[in-house]
């Protein structure tokens, strides 16, 4: 079993539709979480991190965390055509090392 | 703003050449990480370091090493590069402890082709 999981996709909505982007981890003792946005040929930018049970919101984004179930997820809301990237999912876990431990990302297509 | 930076962002080399590849942060971060990332294999750790000459294996250090001589300054060796070395390598940084949350910051990658 994968320690993050994603959908790989792609995930095509349309412009103006909400996306919805999951994630599943494997170590319960794990802290902090974090979603990354990669436009093709470019290096990850963090756009969400969300460390308790419940909703964060920034703007179009909202970051989802189910401690209990284990699962992260991110919604866009409102999606552009510019969302279109890979959103990679980070999970802090139970060590001090200060590593993070990547999904495979899921790849947005938004459609005009 | 957290800035980390590159040396280059395409480079190409020959087989059996030394590769250097530079990272340097400019928010005193105890942490630095390189991963390549390839199609399909998503982010993979090669090697990070958490304190100046202090280095730790991720999950793919065979054919690299690292240095750190300065908490700013992060390099990737490639000792003898070869054709499966040719990849996206990404440098990261965040800081470390119980009052962080350990985000890391990318640096805008470098392009590397072995020929």
């Known amino acids: 079993q994968k320690e993050v999981e994603q959908n790989s996709g792609p995930l095509s909505v349309p412009e103006g539709a909400i996306a919805s982007l999951n994630c599943t981890y494997s170590d319960r003792g794990s802290q902090s979480f974090f979603w990354y946005r990669q436009y093709s040929g470019k290096s990850p930018e963090l756009i969400m991190s969300?460390?308790?049970?419940g909703d964060k919101e920034d703007g179009r984004f909202t970051a989802q965390l189910n401690k209990a179930s284990q699962y992260v997820s991110l919604l866009i809301r409102d999606s552009q055509p510019s969302d279109s990237a890979t959103y990679l999912c980070a999970v802090k876990g139970s060590s001090n090392t200060g590593k993070l431990i990547f999904g495979q990302g899921t790849t947005l297509q938004v459609k005009p | 703003d957290v800035k980390v930076t590159q040396s280059s962002r395409y480079l190409v080399k020959r087989t059996g050449e030394k590769v250097f590849l530079e990272c340097v942060q400019d928010?005193?971060?105890?942490?630095m990480f390189w991963y390549r990332q390839d199609p399909g294999l998503g982010l993979r750790l090669i090697y990070f370091s958490y304190d100046v000459k202090m280095k730790e294996k991720g999950d793919i250090p065979e054919g690299y090493s690292v240095s750190r001589e300065k908490k700013e300054r992060f390099s990737l060796i490639l000792e003898s590069a070869s054709t499966n070395q040719t990849s996206m390598y990404l440098c990261a940084s965040s800081f470390i402890g119980e009052s962080s949350y350990n985000e890391q910051f990318f640096g805008p990658g470098t392009r590397l082709t072995v020929l």
């Open positions: 969300i460390y308790s049970n």
């Open positions: 928010m005193d971060h105890e942490n």
